[in-house]
């Protein structure tokens, strides 16, 4: 309701400044500058508009990083926004602020931020349908503080320290190369070194042995198994389809062979989600067809995002590239046939039911020429500078041997949600596309840096540290790669449901009818996905109860450690050492990938001798499989 020949009694006015309640509560007062400029509107007649009215293309802060020696330091930040026009205005008065992490530092209503403590952040400001934000750091109040200077082993190492050391955090010192082997082993073959392995890499005199050592883990059937793993478990592999029917074993098979031969051929990776993007065929024969890709905006599926530039017309925009896109029955009945269809009309905005046509991220105008639009989304996928790709493909890599990710959550790439250490993110982006966009280089890369050598061990000026890198991170294992682990050490065989036998967890599809969780209870109970969406947040490594109940009385551990002594590795083991401290050792080794403590040794003859032969060195076995460490890397 409007009055204009009252304007104060207006509705408008009177629900912002508070005087009679709704749903968006008070926006202002009645002296406010806002208050003035509706009221006079309303005073006028309420008119539209004459002629072109100049859009919004953009906005800028005054500084984009905002360094404090202290915590208590202020600043203001002002916010100026660009129109269609050319002109500008200061908006700093219209906008709304931000910050995500309050403890480190604030912003108020009027752009002025405020140092709480030692670290760093980001605050932003939103006007329009725009988000930009500033970095802040706040220097910990410690002038004694003296860079150590450490190695360098390549460019990661550079990019990381430099942040650190602008922090005023030092690195940890390099990990032992026990803690080294195990750590990489798991990274890339999804399982603890062997015994043999062990001795031959603690054994080896040569400098560069932790090189070679991840040069042969890349170039492992383990590796090739991994990877194709964590790759259909992001493109949905399962034995279902999305409708509900439940015979797609043999297009699932098909997707999963397709995906391992790209992996063991480091096929450039944009070439690979290019060919997923524009697939056709059968989805028995071309495993390709499983999946297409996108970029996660859901939000503006129904508004423009409101934490992000992307806009409805940017969803549907890109919807369009698949509405050609249809499928039809094959040869049987668990086949599909995914065709391109010509006559397809693009996707309907859903507030005005207008067509949008195909168009890419980021970009104003639709896509041109006739035919399957898909080509130049292939084509975009391809283009070495696409940002949008490098940056988060290297970010999955990155969280996946760090345990979180540059950008974090993996999948939420947003301008209020910025890199921990944007020049590292643009580094690794820059470099990925020089590898022409294969990731054994650039895993290569990560894990001969030092940051990724350095020791889980936090320096006093590092210990509230969770996102700078200057320590490893504790990272509990992934479920399949804690299944396939316990196999491994215990060399107990374990069936996995509908499965051929010796089938590894890290490649287990689940093969069941009805669309539910993993179809394996010790994959679901340690948070294994379900494969229902693509949030990277459906792998869970959270500790539960029901893990530690199944660890102590579950069949997964106590069985196998059984077996182990009464026929099996355990069994072996004993019959090797003739002495207590020899077989301690070596279950050590076999498990953890290291030597016991004197402490150590001295508390587990006491288990050994309480508890007699072998039983006493089951229970050590079983408690080490059930411990923290083996449980996490670290």
């Given amino acids: 309701m409007r009055t204009t020949a009252v304007p104060e009694q207006s509705l408008l006015l009177l629900k912002a400044t508070g005087k009679v309640s709704h749903t968006g509560g008070k926006l202002f007062d009645r002296d406010s500058d806002l208050y003035a400029t509706l009221r006079n509107w309303i005073a006028a007649g309420a008119t539209d508009d004459v002629g072109e009215v100049a ?104 990019l990381v320290f430099d942040r650190l050391q602008k922090l005023r955090i030092a690195p940890s010192e390099i990990c032992d190369d026990e803690t080294f082997l195990r750590r990489v082993t798991l990274d890339l073959a999804a399982r603890p070194p062997t015994v043999e392995e062990y001795h031959a890499f603690m054994n080896e005199g040569a400098a560069d042995k932790r090189a070679k050592k991840i040069d042969a883990l890349l170039a492992s059937e383990d590796f090739t198994d991994y990877y194709t793993g964590l790759w259909a478990e992001l493109c949905r592999v399962a034995s279902m389809d999305y409708t509900g029917r439940a015979d797609s074993h043999k297009p699932a098979n098909a997707f999963v062979a397709w995906l391992r031969e790209q992996v063991a051929a480091d096929r450039p990776f944009d070439e690979v989600v290019a060919d997923m993007a524009t697939a056709v065929g059968s989805t028995n024969i071309d495993g390709q067809t499983g999946l297409y890709t996108g970029v996660r905006m859901q939000c503006a599926e129904c508004h423009n995002h409101p934490f992000d530039r992307w806009t409805m017309d940017d969803y549907y925009g890109f919807v369009s590239f698949f509405t050609c896109v249809k499928r039809k029955k094959g040869s049987d009945g668990r086949d599909r046939r995914v065709i391109f269809d010509p006559t397809a009309a693009p996707a309907k905005h859903a507030v005005d039911g207008r067509p949008v046509p ?37 970010n999955r890599l990155w969280a996946h041997l760090f ?12 301008a209020t949600n910025p890199p921990a250490n944007g020049p590292l993110l643009d580094g690794l982006a820059t470099r990925f596309a020089e590898h022409g966009r294969r990731i054994r280089p650039l895993i290569r890369d990560i894990c001969n840096s030092r940051v990724y050598q350095l020791s ?36 107990v065989a374990r069936s996995l449901p509908k499965s051929p036998k010796g089938t590894k967890a890290i490649n287990y599809i689940n093969r069941g009818y009805g669309y539910h969780a993993t179809g394996d209870y010790v994959l679901d109970t340690f948070g294994q996905s379900a494969r229902k969406t693509v949030c990277a947040c459906d792998t869970k490594t959270n500790p539960s109860l029901p893990q530690v109940m199944h660890l102590l009385v579950g069949d997964t551990v106590s069985p196998r450690v059984h077996t182990a002594a009464t026929n099996g590795v355990l069994k072996q083991i004993i019959d090797e050492h003739s002495s207590p401290e020899g077989v301690i050792e070596a279950i050590f080794i076999r498990a953890l990938s290291r030597r016991p403590t004197a402490t150590e040794m001295e ?17 050590i076995f079983a408690g080490l499989l059930s411990s923290s460490e083996f449980l996490f890397n670290h």
């Avoid at 104003?364 to 391809?382: F, K, N, Q, S, T």
């Avoid at 508390?603 to 229970?619: F, H, I, N, R």
């Fill in 456 to 491: 889980a061990e936090p320096t006093p000026s590092a210990v509230g540290d969770q996102r700078q890198f200057s320590h490893a991170m504790l990272r509990r294992l992934r479920a399949d790669v804690l299944l396939d682990s316990i196999v491994a050490v215990t060399g």
């Fill in 55 to 158: 859009d919004v293309a953009g906005i800028s802060v005054s500084d984009t990083s905002l360094l404090f020696d202290k915590a208590g330091g202020e600043s203001d930040v002002r916010v100026t926004a660009s129109y269609t026009d050319g002109s500008t205005r200061d908006v700093t008065a219209l906008a709304l602020f931000g910050t995500n992490n309050p403890s480190v530092a604030e912003i108020d209503t009027a752009g002025r931020v405020t140092a709480k403590a030692a670290g760093d952040t980001t605050v932003f400001a939103r006007f329009s349908r725009f988000t930009v934000g500033a970095e802040v750091i706040v220097l910990a109040d410690d002038p004694g503080f003296v860079w150590p200077s450490p190695p360098e082993n390549n460019f990661i190492d550079q």
């Fill in 358 to 394: 195909a168009k890419l991220l980021g970009v104003v105008e639709p896509v041109a020429g006739d035919g399957d639009p898909r080509r130049a989304l292939a084509g975009w996928i391809r283009d070495p500078n696409n940002d949008l790709f490098n940056r988060n493909i290297v």
């Fill in 603 to 619: 508390t587990m003859l006491q288990v050994a001798a309480d508890g007699g032969s072998p039983a006493g060195y089951e229970d």
């Fill in 403 to 414: 345990g979180v990710g540059i950008v974090d959550p993996v999948d939420d790439f947003r």
